[in-house]
């Protein structure tokens, strides 16, 4: 059985607008709906973690969407959605990444066990170097990924990483399994460029031209 923890707790900050960018429509529905949407057709549960600024989604919620407060950070708010899951295996998603599919959440799935956790990701298409002082190195490409959402895990590595976590700052789930967990195999499923984050207006703009591939 499954559960999907929906992030929806963050803000529009780096867009320079005041509501939460999950909440602007795109197409036919708001950014999150797309998510949501689909989630609701492949997992058991689904549970919305959201900005106590944006409480007037709760009411607009499906009656069988459970649903939390954020916390101040990403971690935070994870935290408190695996306190709602009622299943063994639970799936993270950033609700800002609006065009996933389900042929991806069932690849997760399948490679989803006790013994791995499994990583969405990317491949890089650009020209990395890294900046040593003012030495160029370069890195091949092929060796590099983006990460992505979903993220997946069991409920009891999930809440036994995140127990355990001090004063550091984890910026996805994935970290924490591989710092508090090494004996666990992570398992990557290659995801579709257009599960970007959306972050900027231009990540807006572009969402605009794609939605109608998942609508």
């Not at 998510?35 to 959201?50: A, M, P, Q, R």
């Not at 983006?146 to 036994?160: E, F, G, H, I, W």
Request: proline share 3%; net charge neutral; with cysteine.
């Amino acid at each position: 059985m499954y559960s999907a923890i929906l992030l929806m707790a963050g803000k529009g900050t780096r867009m320079n607008r005041k509501e939460n960018k999950i909440l602007l429509p795109l197409g036919n529905k708001k950014v999150y709906e797309y998510s949501l949407d689909i989630l609701l057709k492949t997992v058991d549960e689904v549970i919305c973690v959201i900005n106590p600024d944006d409480k007037e989604i709760i009411d607009s919620l499906p009656k069988n969407v459970k649903w939390t407060f954020g916390g101040k950070t990403r971690q935070e708010s994870v935290y408190n959605g695996l306190l709602k899951a009622s299943n063994e295996y639970i799936l993270i998603h950033d609700a800002a990444r609006p065009f996933i599919t389900k042929e991806l959440i069932n690849d997760i799935k399948d490679k989803l066990n006790d013994d791995t956790s499994v990583l969405a990701c990317q491949k890089c298409k650009d020209t990395i170097r890294i900046n040593n002082n003012g030495i160029l190195n370069n890195i091949n490409r092929d060796d590099v990924i983006k990460a992505s959402t979903p993220q997946a895990s069991t409920k009891k590595l999930l809440l036994d990483s995140y127990n355990r976590i001090k004063d550091e700052i984890f910026t996805d789930d994935i970290q924490l399994i591989e710092k508090y967990h090494p004996e666990i195999k992570i398992e990557l499923v290659y995801a579709s460029d257009d599960l970007f984050k959306i972050t900027t207006e231009t990540d807006y703009l572009l969402a605009n031209l794609l939605w109608r591939n998942y609508d």
